[in-house]
């Protein structure tokens, strides 16, 4: 039982109290370019969870099993990029193949998700602090749920704001990035939520 | 297009963070000391130069197919280099870097100047190409990480540089600060790029010759 507390507790942890995108800055480049309108982001934040996922259970593998007792650790950055690189790619072709529908609305997405700051670092992040399997598991689908909402809450914001008078230096990207300081304010209250 | 030319756009015309708003990531999260942001900023300095040279080389017989995989993996074995060495010499940097530093390996920066530039370039203006990018990368992370110093901390480098009656604002270090900083240098910056059209525009139109054509 205390087990699923732990679990919970690093799910929030991720998700929310210190979500990824917000407080550790990891996944900035989709955050800004994909967050224009609320549809896109779902089917991003889909990409990014199942992405990472799958992803995050690969590394460990991979890290567990050969990295570690071969005394490779130092390579871990190369061959976490090409693998995760390698893999969307096939997931990419794979969804291609047999879900065509799937893949127009996802096709770009996945793409996208291939070489990123958020998917890469959530596996080194697993792997530098120790994680199990199960909690690199929780950790990288609660990043990925934290970093879709993020995204949605973004591009609604974004969403209302196309008609607002904003003076004209600061159309586009510098209103941007100031919504996304307000939400990175937000998202400072739930620090120190959950004890660490 | 000149040497001068390519190794200045980088540095304001095309600032990776400022104007092409590419690796916003480090910008924010290592820029809270301008110590880190300069390690930073050197760092990337480094592994894009060297990529860019790296590409160029090898760019004959480089089938365009598997370009970007072979991007990734040189871009990878550079920032290995630099993580190893930057964890023997200066731990204590490396250590505050942390995980950024390993992320260097997917900043789209990189990847984009290899795929633009210096894969259809010569080695010498790939490797201008490479040190004006990098160079506009430090500056604006310099710039991004004093603010945040000065005005959050009231230090400079960890030097005292606000007396004591200064109380910063937490908010600039912490996490909020960072977007916040950007956002208001964009806008600044193209509240300056509308002045220097304007005067553009002035100078076209006073000009007699300039008058008759148009």
Known sequence: ?196 | MSLWKIFSRGIYEENPILRLALSLCPALAVTSTVQNALTMGLSVLFVITANNVMVSISRKWVNPKVRVPIFIISIATIVTVVELVLEAFFPALFKSLGIYLSLVVVFAIILARAEVFASKNKVIPSFFDGVGMGLGFTLAMVLIGGIREIFGAGTFLGYRLLGTWYDPPMVLILAPGGFLVIGCIIGLMNVYQERLDKMFIAKILTTPQAKDSV
């Open chain 1, 1 to 196: 039982m205390s087990n699923l507390h732990e679990y919970f507790l690093l799910f929030m942890s991720a998700a929310i109290v210190n979500n990824y995108v917000l407080t550790r800055f990891l996944g900035l480049c989709i955050f800004f370019g994909v967050s224009k309108s609320v549809n896109s982001s779902m089917s991003m934040g889909m990409a990014i969870v199942s992405v990472m996922s799958i992803s995050s259970i690969m590394t460990w593998t991979i890290n567990h099993f050969i990295l570690v007792p071969f005394h490779l650790s130092f390579l871990r950055t190369i061959v976490f990029v090409i693998v995760i690189a390698s893999f969307v790619q096939l997931l990419e072709i794979v969804v291609k193949r047999f879900l065509p529908n799937l893949h127009k609305v996802w096709g770009i997405y996945l793409l996208l998700v291939a070489t990123n700051c958020i998917v890469l670092g959530v596996p080194l992040i697993n792997a530098e602090e120790d994680f199990n399997f199960v909690k690199s598991v929780v950790n990288a689908v609660g990043s990925g749920v934290g970093f879709s909402v993020a995204l949605i809450l973004m591009a609604s914001v974004r969403e209302r704001m196309e008609y607002a008078k904003i003076p004209k230096a600061m159309r586009g990207l510098g209103s941007t990035f100031i919504i996304a300081g307000m939400l990175a304010l937000a998202f400072q209250g739930f620090s120190g939520m959950i004890p660490k």
